[in-house]
């Protein structure tokens, strides 16, 4: 099991290949997900709001195929620790008391603002949007992210794509340096 743990915020677990890539980064061992079942509920909310043509209850599964890959992810019992927290959001307190009480290392989300380092650097906490993150895991295991990319396209149906496809799909899931700098090391592969 990874060392390294990342707590990951709804916002980063909506878009479905944004989503994938970070699970199966995590699957491939560079880091440890966490979440709590607030955020999956947010997630679901949210994928609901989105997309409200999804067959009913597509949302809810996918919070459970998250949970039964990642049986340690869920951090629960951090409600106590929400009321010390001041967050510019208050509604996102929960995020950093799961985070704490989960004892990540940092929180990813695109939502910077909301997690301001001023707050969070006194606790131990660090924030990477999803971008960053990512462009963190290729620096520091470059074929094994690429090899996630690669598995992760060819697992991908309804419609199959190519890496180079799941790359653009990325881009615009909000990781385009990401799927830039990973676009560029598949060239150089090939």
């Known amino acids: 099991m990874a060392r390294y743990s990342a707590l990951l915020d709804a916002c980063v677990l909506v878009p479905i290949s944004l989503a994938d890539t970070l699970l199966r980064i995590a699957e491939a061992g560079l880091y440890r997900p966490l979440w709590s079942e607030r ?19 597509a ?3 996918r919070a459970s195929v998250m949970q039964s890959s990642f049986p340690d992810a869920t951090v629960a019992d951090w409600q106590d620790l929400e009321a010390g927290l001041t967050l510019p959001d208050p509604d996102d307190r929960h995020v950093v008391a799961a985070a704490l009480q989960g004892r990540a290392d940092m929180i990813v989300t695109a939502n910077l603002r909301d997690f301001p380092a001023d707050v ?9 949007d999803p971008d960053t993150f990512l462009l963190n895991q290729l620096d520091l ?8 990319l690669r598995g992760q396209a060819a697992a991908t149906r309804r419609p199959a794509i190519t890496t180079k496809v799941l790359l653009e799909h990325l881009a615009k899931c ?8 990973a676009a560029a090391q598949l060239w150089r592969e090939a």
């Open 59 to 61: 949302a809810r599964r």
């Open 174 to 181: 909000g990781v385009p340096r990401f799927a830039s700098a």
């Open 141 to 148: 295991e470059p074929d094994l992210t690429i090899a996630t």
């Open 39 to 57: 955020i999956l509920d947010e997630m679901v909310a949210a994928i609901v709001a989105v997309h409200p043509a999804l067959p009913s209850g």
């Open 120 to 128: 969070l650097d006194p606790i131990g906490l660090e924030v990477q």
